[in-house]
């Protein structure tokens, strides 16, 4: 996932933390919307390249 700034166009820093802040958002999205389960980050060369969430579905014994 990237995110285009114009700001950050020309400056890896400025884009490396619009990249992260995507990211974060990403996580914080996937985590408000499980009850169950869990969410898992994939990171090649200290980057996050996948997000992958599991959800669980409990069945109540009732």
Not at 15 to 24: D, K, M, P, T
Not at 32 to 55: A, Q
């Amino acid at each position: 996932m990237t995110t285009t700034n114009p700001d950050s166009e020309n400056n890896p820093e400025a884009n490396g933390r619009a990249s992260e802040n995507a990211w974060l958002r990403e996580v914080a999205r996937a985590l408000r919307s499980i009850r169950y389960g869990s969410v898992e980050l994939t990171v090649h060369d200290g980057r996050v390249v996948e997000l992958n969430k599991t959800e669980r579905i409990r069945k109540s014994s009732s």
